[in-house]
């Protein structure tokens, strides 16, 4: 006949089972495993796997000095590229620079010569209306102020303000009202 365990005895037997581990398993923790046969080994070996853990919160020199050692090193490159394409820059500077001086000079002559031209030009304007003037003043006054009324007024303006008074009153008596109107207030205006 077979005996059944009881089921008070089968948790009688698993609770001794149990307590068994856990007594077994504190004292081995407790002791340290025994790698290699000697505690003290075994000890220094759980020392030397603890050491990183340590560390991992500590940061180091080499940590810190490392990046900033190398941007530096960045750095003297950048600066040493910067100074190489300043001196290569360097001749094309004081090439612009002449050239810039050049053109001054050049934009300075022109302005003198169109400066000369503009007075060469006044000049000639004003023998051709003195020319004019003398002209005008020459003929009787009727036939004068005939011929003035075909040109423009500013051309008329110019010639009268030249001309003598008595001349160029006689002329402009002789002109249309509305038009010897507008010529004199022009010739009561600056230029």
């Not at 001794?16 to 000697?38: E, H, N, V």
């Not at 051709?128 to 003398?134: F, R, T």
Request: aromatic share 4%; net charge positive.
């Amino acid at each position: 006949m077979r005996r059944i365990a009881s089921p008070l005895g089968l948790g009688v037997s698993f609770a001794c089972l149990l307590l068994a581990k856990i007594l077994i398993s504190g004292w081995y923790l407790q002791s340290g495993p025994l790698i290699f046969g000697s505690p003290r080994l075994a000890l220094a070996v759980n020392e030397a796997q603890a050491e990183p853990q340590r560390d991992a919160g500590r940061v180091s020199p080499d940590d810190i000095l490392g990046p900033l050692k190398a941007k530096e090193r960045a750095l003297a490159e950048k600066e040493e590229l910067l100074n190489r394409r300043e001196k290569e820059l360097e001749p094309l500077k004081l090439d612009i620079e002449r050239k810039m001086a050049e053109l001054n000079e050049l934009q300075a002559t022109l302005t003198e010569f169109a400066k000369k031209l503009a007075d060469r030009e006044k000049a000639l304007e004003d023998k051709k209306i003195g020319h004019l003037v003398s002209l005008y003043s020459s003929m009787e006054p009727a036939r004068a102020a005939a011929i003035m009324d075909q040109l423009k007024i500013e051309t008329i303006v110019r010639i009268l303000r030249q001309m003598k008074g008595k001349s160029a009153g006689q002329i402009m008596g002789m002109m249309k009202p509305e038009r010897g109107a507008i010529i004199s207030e022009k010739l009561s205006q600056r230029d």
